[in-house]
């Protein structure tokens, strides 16, 4: 994850909202597919956040949440993140989802990160960043296929 984020724009795509903050009107969802798809988006990033408190290691619980581009970036940031540095904190997602046909969506999201000490020094919560996701649906549920992270300051 650190590598990810340090690395300022990478491959694969967004959406996740901070836990148990009340949505604005403007990031509510319209529907149960966006439900859905905000749901995959923020479940692939708790797994995350909680994996890097845990020594990096890649969790087989990611595969139910990412695929693809998603899955390898966030493995290798996990992996990168594993080098014994105290992990701390975590970030704040503002999630906004769009289906965009029956097995389409993608995600915007203003990642702030300035609160997630990733044990790297300056390379890790440098502030609000653009995430763009591509969700999937498999059949069974939405996956986030494609993950972009942009650099700090990007939105």
């Given at each position: 994850?650190?590598?990810?984020?340090?690395?300022?724009?990478?491959?694969?795509?967004?959406?996740?909202?901070?836990?148990?903050?009340?949505?604005?009107?403007?990031?509510?969802?319209?529907?149960?597919?966006?439900?859905?798809?905000?749901?995959?988006?923020?479940?692939?990033?708790?797994?995350?956040?909680?994996?890097?408190?845990?020594?990096?290691?890649?969790?087989?619980?990611?595969?139910?949440?990412?695929?693809?581009?998603?899955?390898?970036?966030?493995?290798?940031?996990?992996?990168?993140?594993?080098?014994?540095?105290?992990?701390?904190?975590?970030?704040?997602?503002?999630?906004?989802a769009a289906v965009e046909g029956p097995d389409s969506a993608t995600v915007e999201d203003c990642l702030d990160d300035s609160g997630w000490n990733l044990g790297m020094g300056s390379s890790s919560g440098q502030g609000p960043r653009?995430?763009?996701?591509?969700?999937?649906?498999?059949?069974?549920?939405?996956?986030?296929?494609?993950?972009?992270?942009?650099?700090?300051?990007?939105?």
């Amino acid at each position: 994850m650190a590598l990810a984020l340090a690395a300022g724009c990478a491959s694969s795509e967004d959406a996740a909202s901070e836990a148990g903050a009340a949505p604005s009107p403007s990031t509510t969802p319209s529907s149960d597919e966006e439900v859905a798809a905000l749901a995959a988006y923020t479940g692939m990033w708790d797994t995350v956040v909680a994996a890097s408190h845990e020594g990096g290691e890649v969790p087989p619980e990611l595969q139910d949440y990412a695929v693809g581009g998603a899955y390898a970036l966030m493995s290798a940031a996990l992996e990168g993140a594993g080098s014994g540095a105290q992990v701390t904190g975590e970030p704040v997602l503002a999630p906004v989802a769009a289906v965009e046909g029956p097995d389409s969506a993608t995600v915007e999201d203003c990642l702030d990160d300035s609160g997630w000490n990733l044990g790297m020094g300056s390379s890790s919560g440098q502030g609000p960043r653009l995430v763009e996701a591509t969700l999937i649906h498999d059949g069974l549920a939405w996956r986030v296929s494609d993950l972009r992270i942009w650099e700090a300051g990007s939105c």
